[in-house]
Structure formats: structure tokens, C-alpha cells
């Protein structure tokens, strides 16, 4: 731009030494040749300014995905930290379940009699005799 404009100085400082009757003709010329430099000049200027803005635009784009990204991200760390907790806390209660509750459960099937009690038995009688009364359950 700026080597343009200096052929264009040129041109005029030429234009002077012209021969009077082409001087005007030429200075016109010259002229006119600046002012399309400058309305060129003016467009390149307006197209550059077009370009950043809408480079600007892009960026600001996709800086909005970025930070999108960035909290989808967290949110799924967040989750993985609670699922790691939840599952730490289901072991932990899987291990309290079996010192706690299943070891004496199963010492104590160990210890019960499959065979119901002398002083049970009337009682367990009458429970098969009703059962089979209502159809529930075949004689043996």
C-alpha cells in the first residue's frame, strides 16, 4: 500500500515535467488514479476490518464450546468421584454385612436342629392337617 502510493507521488512529480498542452490531461489522470487508490484503500481497510470481526466472532465461538466442554468435563469428573464414593461405600457395607450379620447367621443354622422340637410337634400336626384340609399340601 504504502509502495503504491509512493509510484503514485511519483506519477504527479512526473506529471508536472509533462508538456504544457498534456500537463492538465495527465494531472487528471493522476488524480483520478488517487482516488481510486483511496476508495480501494478504504474497501481493503473495511474488508480487514470485516475479517477480524469475524474472526473475533469464531474465536468467541469457540471459546463458548471450549468452556461448554470444560463444565460437561466437570460435571463428569463430579460423577465419577461419587460413583468411585458410592461403590467404596457399598464394600464397606458389603464387608459389615458379612462380619455383622452372616457369620452369626450361619452359626446359628449350624446350631438349629432340622427336626422341630418334641413340644412342637402337636403344633406343626395341626399346621399340615389344616394345610391339607384347604387343599394346600399332598399328604405324604
Do not use: C
Request: proline share 6%; hydrophobic share 35%.
Amino acid at each position: 500500500m504504502v509502495r503504491l502510493s509512493g509510484l503514485i507521488d511519483r506519477l504527479r512529480g512526473l506529471a508536472s515535467s509533462a508538456p504544457p498542452d498534456r500537463r492538465h490531461e495527465v494531472e487528471r489522470q493522476v488524480h483520478t488514479l488517487r482516488n481510486s487508490f483511496k476508495k480501494q484503500q478504504g474497501r481493503y481497510i473495511e474488508f480487514l476490518q470485516l475479517t477480524t470481526d469475524y474472526a473475533n466472532q469464531y474465536l468467541l465461538d469457540i471459546s463458548s464450546t471450549v468452556m461448554g466442554q470444560e463444565e460437561f468435563l466437570d460435571t463428569l469428573e463430579k460423577r465419577l468421584d461419587m460413583a468411585k464414593e458410592r461403590h467404596t461405600h457399598a464394600r464397606e457395607l458389603l464387608k459389615s454385612f458379612e462380619s455383622e450379620i452372616a457369620g452369626p447367621v450361619e452359626d446359628i443354622l449350624r446350631t438349629v436342629s432340622p427336626e422341630p422340637l418334641p413340644q412342637d410337634t402337636g403344633i406343626m400336626n395341626e399346621v399340615d392337617s389344616a394345610l391339607r384340609e384347604i387343599g394346600a399340601v399332598t399328604p405324604p
